[in-house]
């Protein structure tokens, strides 16, 4: 069953603003624009976009390292997000996140995170604090197929169910952990099993398809709702790109993956959307234009960016009280300049400290 006309077209446009997204970031990558890694979700937007639809305003969200899509179908502008990419001050983490550990928490995205399995832990703490305070707030916590292997899943698994957390864990099998493929790194090649000698029941929805992903999400989220207890979803789907922009690609053929791009989800939706009466002749070229501008556009913001200031360095490294005293700690500008003035009480002021802090800060 088709979503609303809105809905299905903003679905649409959404889906096609990841993947302009992804195809440009890959074009700037190659330019030496975007440090780091950068794993691309080409091929995986119809899991992006079906299971944040899925979700309320108020629920949380938690991605992997493959997480550009997720804050861009959350609703965070494109041009941050690409600024982060870039590195710039104007970037979503203020340039010091990249393209592993994007975060926007005014729209619940909790970040991506580097370490394969190592957001699951976080996600039951986020579905603990709902838990705790009573509310109907759910947690959705993506990862691959790898991440299933880590120590981690088992362990944040077991004690979700065992304390009945409200979270859905979602893991994005796109067939291959790095270059390794499922059946040579997992004995159980049903993901959606893996939960359920921990006591969380999976279920399993075509990622290729975004109307499937958002109906079995939707369904696993009202579950996790009301009878307060996690559940699993396998998402089957597949990346066009390697799993990186380092990867060589030799783990699989150029057929297998011609194979899978006939399953376009884009294309998919697009096609069935026109049949339902929903797309009009040329609307989806119109959509398309238009991400591709936006995305031209954060383009130009990103490149525009100013770095962050070096004496910048080292904001936000610690927290720390006020008694501290310490300079390195996540202040201000203005209460830096005021803590220069005049030293916290006990804090050593000779002119050898002076020094050292000088000559860190030159570092």
């Not at 039951?124 to 880590?150: H, K, M, R, W």
């Not at 159980?188 to 399993?204: N, S």
Request: glycine share 10%; aromatic share 8%; proline share 5%.
């Amino acid at each position: 069953m088709l979503p609303a006309p809105d809905a299905a077209r903003d679905w649409l446009e959404t889906m096609m603003l990841v993947r302009r997204f992804e195809e440009r970031a890959g074009e700037m990558y190659a330019r030496a624009m975007v440090g780091g890694f950068l794993h691309l979700s080409i091929g995986e937007e119809a899991t992006v976009v079906g299971a944040t639809r899925a979700l309320r305003d108020s629920d949380y969200l938690v991605a992997t390292y493959r997480s550009h899509g997720y804050p861009l179908a959350r609703g965070t502008p494109p041009a941050p997000v690409m600024a982060e990419l870039f590195g710039r001050a104007t970037g979503v983490c203020r340039g010091r996140g990249g393209s592993m550990h994007m975060f926007d928490a005014g729209r619940r995205f909790m970040g991506g995170y580097g370490i394969v399995g190592g957001n699951l832990p976080i996600a039951a703490g986020l579905a603990f604090a709902s838990a705790y305070e009573d509310s109907d707030v759910a947690t959705l916590c993506i990862f691959g197929d790898a991440a299933c292997n880590q120590g981690t899943f088992g362990e944040t698994l077991n004690m979700a169910a065992l304390w009945r957390l409200p979270v859905l864990f979602m893991v994005t099998n796109n067939q291959f952990g790095m270059g390794t493929s499922l059946r040579r790194h997992s004995a159980v090649t049903d993901l959606e099993r893996k939960g359920e000698g921990l006591g969380v029941p999976g279920m399993r929805c075509d990622g290729m398809d975004v109307l499937d992903t958002y109906r079995v999400v939707s369904e696993a989220l009202e579950i996790v709702r009301a009878e307060r207890r996690p559940l699993l979803v396998e998402a089957i789907t597949y990346r066009f790109r390697g799993h990186s922009m380092a990867d060589p690609e030799e783990y699989r053929t150029r057929e297998e993956v011609e194979h899978w791009r006939e399953r376009d989800p884009i294309s998919a939706f697009a096609a069935r959307l026109r049949e339902g009466g929903l797309l009009a002749p040329g609307e989806e070229e119109e959509l398309d234009a238009k991400a591709v501008r936006a995305v031209d556009e954060a383009v130009s913001f990103a490149e525009e960016s100013p770095f962050p200031a070096p004496d910048s360095l080292y904001d936000d490294v610690y927290v720390l009280p006020e008694t501290a005293g310490g300079w390195y700690s996540a202040e201000s500008d203005v209460a830096r300049a005021e803590r220069a003035a005049t030293p916290a009480q006990g804090e050593p002021d000779d002119e050898r400290l002076r020094e050292e802090r000088a000559g860190m800060r030159e570092l």
